[in-house]
């Protein structure tokens, strides 16, 4: 009783009540929220830390920015939500002014990618198919995956198309400008069930057994040690939960390694099964995906407590 009557004094307030509404449809950042609501970094900040603490919203820091999005667990939040006009002027005002910040955003992003020369998608660049790369990863996939981690998820394409048949989704990425785009994406596309955070992929900020799946799509040729990342990926994944990945097949394209920056000239069954092994992860099956360049997909099912994750 006690914790539903803080979260019901958490949310009755006007401004807590916008603060809400505004992350129950994406990520916000302070400074975002103050330029929305056009009130001050103090009194906002005050009136998240309450939400945060009611468990009505969950605050991921970022580098200096901390991201406020709805709580999964937040039911009493949606119910209430749920009651509110969608014609009140003060929450069509905010949406407004959300939508606006979201594409400057998105549009500062893309400038930035540009600049860097990052503003370019990978299976497309390749030449690798990517309508069947799509499928054959969804099918892999549980048909109800419940809790799904994206490891290098980039602007969140693999996550938007995963939507529908996951209860919560989360991707990580080391890029801030891809996580902007993702956010941006997520956002327009009402996707509340699904974050995105800026995290290091051989030490992820979750606890151990969290996830029923995970995915790597094309990220594994870019570590400098696949072995911590698989051996990270398999520890936050419950017993009996599926592991899915993707990456290139061996291929003697030297020029990826200089070109597009590729650590490896892509992976064996052998190779994939031995990391696999050491992490507690059982392989399942696996496919070539005819292309460009040969693509694998292997699927394996976590079944021991990982081993302690190697040291880079």
């Known amino acids: 009783m006690d914790a539903l009557l803080t979260q019901l004094r958490a949310a009755a307030e006007p401004t807590r009540l916008r603060l809400l509404a505004l992350c129950a449809r994406g990520a916000w950042c302070v400074s975002d929220l103050v330029a929305i609501l056009g009130q001050s970094q103090p009194r906002l900040s005050r009136h998240l830390k309450l939400l945060v603490e009611a468990g009505l919203l969950v605050r991921t820091p970022e580098g200096a920015n901390a991201w406020f999005q709805l709580a999964p667990d937040a039911d009493i939040a949606r119910l209430a939500l749920a009651r509110l006009p969608e014609d009140d002027p003060l929450l069509a005002a905010d949406r407004r002014a959300a939508a606006r910040l979201a594409a400057e955003r998105a ?115 870019y570590a400098e040690d696949p072995a911590v990342a698989l051996a990270e990926a398999a520890r936050v994944l419950r017993p009996g939960g599926v592991l899915v990945i993707v990456d290139l097949a061996p291929h003697q394209r030297a020029d990826l390694l200089g070109a597009y920056a590729h650590r490896w000239p892509g992976f064996d069954d052998a190779g994939i099964a031995g990391w696999l092994g050491a992490s507690g992860c059982v392989p399942a099956n696996s496919l070539t995906i005819a292309g460009a360049l040969p693509v694998r997909l292997w699927v394996a099912e976590r079944k021991t407590h990982p081993a302690a994750v190697l040291t880079a």
């Open 107 to 221: 549009r500062v992003a893309s400038e930035s990618f540009r600049r860097h020369g990052a503003d370019w998608d990978e299976v497309r660049a390749l030449g690798l198919p990517a309508e069947a790369i799509d499928a054959a990863l969804l099918e892999a996939l549980p048909a109800c995956a419940g809790r799904l981690l994206d490891i290098g998820c980039g602007t969140g394409g693999l996550l938007e198309r995963v939507a529908g048949r996951i209860a919560e989704g989360v991707g990580v990425d080391a890029s801030r400008d891809m996580l902007a785009l993702a956010r941006t994406r997520l956002a327009e596309r009402g996707l509340s069930h699904i974050a995105v955070r800026q995290a290091d992929m051989y030490r992820l900020p979750i606890a151990d057994s969290t996830f029923d799946a995970v995915t790597l799509q094309m990220v594994l040729h």
